[in-house]
């Protein structure tokens, strides 16, 4: 069993939902980043879900945007993001999902990103616009490996895809909340919480629900129907936020244990 | 049992491809709709009251078809016959409407009731609020501020046909940055909403539906050459921006092997500055807006701002059908500059009497070359793919400066 998978179970265990933190590489630098992870950790995160920017993010809103520009105007690369996934394993075992756009990935050669990753200690991949039918290049090599991939089910997916989904997935499923882009204000998190409880019965894996969960309040009406949680965009925010890099780090932590507070089953 | 991982092989490659090019790299939530979309495309194919619709809308309403015209006075001063496919002279002033009227007779059949599209030159966008204000549905289209400004007149155009311009100010404010935009918008309202595509670009189904819309360019054009040249052309040529007028002329004429395909990129203010828009003279294979093509990008796969004179051409992707066809070398792709383009529309205006769009004049840009290849026995047939009323301004400017 995989890092990830573990984060989950052990989560389960503790009969509440496993925490998911989004974290934008190199925002405000990569030095900061690592800082972030520990700390995100430290504080509750089960599972960090590490942005590789690109300069075309077509599935985020301003905020996971902005970010992306900032790392990019920094200088960050995908090889540089790997760097400090090695420089973070020192520090603390929180598994470190990828989480980006393809072209980079192909750029980098995707075998050799899957070697690469896997050296540097990250533990799995999930790529917004990587649909099943075209990620048999990743999705194979990363397996070989032992790394996860991470597949996406939106309220739009039919049956069918949702079973391509199931097969193609390692560890678990990442539910997007609503037709929509990072960052939006969901419509009703309670009744798409139950869709993504539904699909997780139905498929007897993990179910992670991300998109417009910002708050604890938020993350207490998903938290008792799914297994995972995942707060991106309000994460984020915080850090463009604060005045220094010191101050991202500690309102990090302020925010994910408060969030952490979130999770129980009840 | 739930975490043992069940490692069944992911589904093959979707179809949509041409060689390895092509495919739908896109959100999970896009998936479901670009299904509906090949679906309601292939059964309007088999249904001949669709088809009557079409043909009669581009018939009665976009003027078609369009003249093939034999360029006299430009054929003297270049020394080959070049022979003129008029879609400056289609409805809206440019061929983008032989694919809008197309694109939104098939939302009305799938149901959809808002229509979105991004625009570079602005031609699309007016292509689009077009077949809109005819169909009566609400429109609303993506630019990018740079192409605000600097394609004012069609702006107010859209505006005019009812149509809500977004300015886009993200990245390099450009056509690029519009699609983002677009793309944005339709993750978020797929349900309700059709994403016009303006060129033979995006996530299958979108390359081969505009293809097939514009295809008419070619099919009427190969006809009116035997008959009145009575041969085909040695020579095709058309600009490239996406690459949907190219697709179009090449679509008649892909299986006469004689007959020699020439797409124009942009080259900007030079290949050699870096500043240009010609991925398939100079990219890489990547992954931009859907679909694997030649795209301009780092060695970190960022993709890079394009640098045109026209905004119709200011795109560092393009359709991967051109891709396939440069790969497989039956048609090449050259490219020219803002200057060169501009000593061509100034030629055409001085010999033809005809004031063509800025991405056009990259293809008269590159017949100089052509002729002198080919000579005086040469029948060379360019796409006119629009007019350049919206272009005065830019070219007016750029005249003044250049002295
Ligand atoms: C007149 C004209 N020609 C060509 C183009 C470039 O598009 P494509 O390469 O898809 O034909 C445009 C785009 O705006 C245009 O307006």
Redesign the interface.
């Known amino acids: 069993?995989g890092r990830i998978?573990h984060a989950?179970?052990n989560a389960r265990n503790e009969n509440r939902a496993a925490l998911v933190i989004y974290l934008c590489a190199g925002d405000p630098d990569l030095s900061t980043t690592a800082d972030l992870v520990v700390a995100a950790a430290e504080s509750g995160a089960d599972v960090i879900e590490l942005g590789v920017p690109?300069?075309?993010?077509?599935?985020d809103?301003p905020a996971i945007?902005r970010a992306a520009e900032r790392s990019?105007a920094g200088g960050t690369?995908?090889?540089k993001v790997l760097d400090t996934v090695s420089a973070i394993r020192g520090r603390t075992d929180v598994p470190i999902l990828l989480f980006g756009y393809?072209?980079?990935?192909?750029?980098?050669g995707e075998q050799k990103l899957v070697d690469d990753a896997a050296q540097s200690g990250a533990d799995g991949f999930l790529v917004?616009?990587?649909?099943?039918?075209?990620?048999?290049g990743l999705?194979g090599p990363a397996?070989d490996k032992g790394l996860d991939f991470v597949?996406?089910?939106?309220?739009?997916?039919?049956p069918e895809?949702i079973a391509?989904?199931?097969?193609?997935?390692?560890?678990f499923i990442y539910y997007?909340s609503m037709?929509?882009?990072t960052g939006?204000k969901a419509a009703d998190l309670a009744s798409a919480s139950e869709r993504a409880g539904a699909l997780q019965r139905e498929l007897?894996?993990?179910v992670a629900i991300g998109f417009g969960i910002k708050t604890k309040e938020d993350v207490s009406t998903v938290a008792p129907h799914v297994d995972g949680v995942v707060v991106g965009s309000a994460v984020v925010r915080t850090i463009e936020d604060a005045a220094s890099p010191d101050e991202a780090v500690a309102s990090v932590r302020a925010l994910v244990s408060e969030l952490a507070q979130g999770l129980g089953r009840r | 049992m739930r975490y043992v991982p069940r490692l069944m092989q992911p589904p093959e490659p979707v179809s949509g491809r041409y060689g390895p090019y092509g495919g739908r790299y896109v959100a999970e939530t896009l998936m479901p709709a670009l299904d509906e979309l090949t679906h309601a495309y292939e059964e309007s194919q088999g249904d001949p009251a669709f088809q009557a619709e079409l043909g009669s809308l581009l018939h009665h309403y976009a003027g078609r078809e369009t003249p093939t015209y034999f360029a006299s006075r430009l054929s003297e001063e270049l020394g080959s016959r070049i022979w003129l496919k008029r879609e400056d002279l289609c409805h809206t002033g440019a061929h983008k409407v032989n694919n809008t009227i197309g694109q939104i007779l098939l939302a009305k059949r799938m149901g959809k009731t808002r229509i979105i599209a991004e625009t570079g030159a602005g031609q699309h966008g007016v292509a689009t609020a077009t077949a809109c204000a005819l169909m009566g549905l609400p429109c609303e289209v993506y630019m990018g501020a740079e192409d605000v400004r600097r394609q004012a007149p069609n702006v107010r155009r859209m505006e005019l046909l009812g149509a809500e311009v977004h300015s886009v100010t993200s990245g390099s404010a450009t056509l690029k940055d519009a699609m983002n935009e677009a793309l944005r918008d339709w993750v978020t309202n797929v349900r309700t909403t059709h994403y016009c595509v303006g060129s033979v670009a995006g996530p299958h189904p979108y390359p081969l539906i505009v293809r097939d819309f514009q295809a008419v360019i070619g099919q009427e054009a190969r006809a009116q050459m035997l008959e009145q040249a009575g041969r085909l052309p040695d020579a095709v040529v058309a600009c490239v921006g996406g690459g949907s007028n190219a697709m179009g002329i090449f679509a008649g004429f892909i299986d006469d092997e004689s007959v020699r395909l020439i797409g124009v990129e942009a080259a900007g203010e030079g290949i050699e500055t870096g500043r240009h828009a010609a991925p398939l003279c100079e990219g890489d294979v990547g992954v931009l807006h859907g679909a694997k093509s030649y795209v301009l990008q780092t060695p970190d796969g960022q993709i890079k701002e394009a640098h045109s004179i026209s905004a119709g051409l200011d795109y560092p992707g393009v359709g991967p059908e051109h891709a396939w066809l440069k790969d497989i070398g039956r048609a090449t792709y050259v490219s020219v500059t803002d200057d060169a383009a501009l000593d061509a529309f100034q030629q055409l205006c001085r010999t033809e009497g005809i004031i063509p769009a800025l991405e056009t004049s990259h293809a008269f840009a590159y017949l100089p070359a052509v002729a002198k290849e080919l000579g005086s026995d040469a029948d060379i047939l360019v796409c006119l793919s629009g007019r350049g009323d919206k272009d005065l301004e830019t070219v007016l400017q750029k005249l003044k400066e250049r002295g």
Not at chain 1, 102 to 108: D, G, K, Q
Not at chain 1, 164 to 171: D, E, G, H, K
């Open positions: 069993m998978a989950f179970e690109f300069s075309d993010p077509t599935a809103g945007q990019l690369t995908l090889a393809y072209n980079p990935i192909l750029s980098y917004v616009n990587l649909p099943p039918e075209e990620s048999a999705r397996v597949p996406l089910v939106a309220p739009t997916s039919n895809r391509q989904a199931a097969s193609a997935a390692t560890s997007v037709t929509g882009v939006s007897g894996r993990p």
